[in-house]
């Protein structure tokens, strides 16, 4: 498990390119069979990928977080972003499709992750986890792709006409903090989260995927009045503390992950400005 420290906005201004990928911009986490997990110490997320190909693979408890279960003392939400697969959660089986939600709760033991086929068209299942600490339990819950809380956002005139599926919310699939859904971009439309805001309360985190190979997403991040960019390719991930911006233009049509997990679950709960602002 890779630890990543909190941050401060103050911290930005002498960032180059590297420091800032290496602090905020997340990859490689979907290694044929393992599990590969990034903790930021930004609210205690967890960002995880299980990439079950030759076989099952079983989620591993991480010395990191000091439990002798993953689940002991955290929740978590998963979304696979690859083919067909099965979570397995002490006994139960779940069938995530490609998009589809699975929340589980605190006090969860044995997690197994499998690929329905791993070899067939739609090729091995490629589960995205995000993690944060728990102060009771609430039961695993799957959500089939599509069948979440369905909002329409923005416009094609101003290129951000989306799609945003709320899975794990204050009025859905309950949680004690994480928050998390799919957003996908309509043919045209390449912004996401724009116009941009902030959450002074909660750390967000991103997984763009559904991007082809050579296309790319340029993020923004940093304050409103002190932005800077990652180059995003597809199946990375970023982080951004409650002080960043957190928003981005494709090359090419895309989808992501976005997730959330702090001090409410109020999905407006925004520290908004116009675009006139920015810097």
């Not at 393992?34 to 079950?52: C, F, I, Q, S, W």
Request: include cysteine.
């Amino acid at each position: 498990m890779e630890q990543r420290y909190a941050t401060s906005p103050e911290h930005i201004p002498g960032m180059d390119t590297d420091e800032l990928r290496s602090r905020y911009l997340v990859q490689g986490l979907f290694v044929d069979d393992e599990a590969t997990a990034v903790y930021t110490h930004h609210d205690r997320v967890v960002m995880l990928g299980v990439k079950p190909v030759s076989g099952p693979v079983v989620l591993p408890t991480f010395p990191e977080i000091r439990s002798e279960v993953f689940f002991e003392h955290r929740e978590a939400g998963i979304v696979n972003v690859g083919g067909a697969g099965t979570v397995t959660v002490d006994g139960e089986t779940y069938e995530l499709g490609h998009g589809s939600c699975l929340y589980i709760g605190r006090g969860a033991t044995d997690v197994v992750f499998a690929s329905s086929d791993a070899q067939g068209e739609g090729g091995p299942s490629r589960f995205y986890l995000v993690s944060a600490p728990a102060h009771t339990s609430y039961p695993t819950t799957l959500v089939p792709a599509g069948t979440g809380n369905i909002r329409e956002l923005g416009d094609g005139l101003t290129a951000n006409r989306r799609t945003l599926n709320q899975y794990i919310h204050e009025n859905g699939v309950r949680s004690c903090q994480v928050v998390m859904g799919v957003t996908t971009l309509h043919p045209g439309s390449m912004w996401n989260t724009m116009p941009a805001h902030t959450h002074d309360r909660r750390t967000e985190l991103y997984l763009y995927f559904d991007l082809a190979e050579d296309a790319r997403v340029i993020h923004l991040m940093g304050q409103p009045t002190e932005t800077r960019h990652l180059v995003v390719a597809n199946e990375e991930g970023t982080i951004s503390p409650s002080w960043s911006v957190h928003s981005g233009v494709g090359t090419a049509s895309y989808s992501f992950v976005w997730a959330m997990a702090g001090e409410n679950q109020s999905f407006d709960d925004m520290d908004g400005f116009s675009v006139a602002e920015m810097r």
